[in-house]
């Protein structure tokens, strides 16, 4: 009985601590990116680039960031989020055409997705449909959220898009 109870508890200790070891890379617990969060690196780097005026070498980012995306939207297809920022780096490739196709996409899965309404309307302002832009404002107007007065800005023409 106690060679029972012994075994048993060694067990339990050998899968406590290969369990909690689990996803580690061995720097200190911290487990690699998924290359969506690498993909949102990029875009977040490429941003910093356009706001400093860096056009190429956001583009490039963006180039970077829209392959992990594809990837990842193919391991793991239906995620409003990565469909979201497909239809961003897309858009801010010059493809409207696909990035408006991705963005719908992400909003069959969820219509009230807030960053892919705005930023479809602004892909609406951009190739001059006023009145579709219009209609996503109308979704994000009960959000309480800057994503609203950004895109109520863009529509009005009092502001530029910032990404």
Do not use: W
């Amino acid at each position: 009985m106690i060679k029972k109870i012994f075994i048993t508890t060694i067990l339990y200790l050998f899968c406590s601590i290969h369990a909690f070891s689990a996803g580690s890379d061995g720097d200190g617990g911290s487990k690699t990116k998924t290359k969506y969060e690498k993909a949102i690196s990029y875009v977040k780097s490429a941003k910093k680039f356009e706001k400093k005026g860096k056009i190429e070498k956001a583009k490039k980012n963006y180039q970077k960031a829209q392959k992990l995306l594809i990837e990842s939207n193919i391991k793991n297809p239906n995620k409003a989020n990565t469909l979201n920022y497909l239809g961003f780096t897309t858009r801010k490739l010059g493809d409207y055409e696909n990035g408006e196709k991705y963005y719908l996409q992400g909003l069959a899965l969820d219509p009230n997705h807030i960053g892919i309404n705005e930023y479809l309307g602004e892909l609406y302002v951009a190739t001059n449909r006023i009145d579709l832009a219009k209609e996503r404002l109308k979704i994000l107007a009960s959000c309480n959220c800057e994503e609203y007065s950004e895109l109520k800005e863009i529509i009005a023409g009092t502001k530029k898009s910032k990404y």
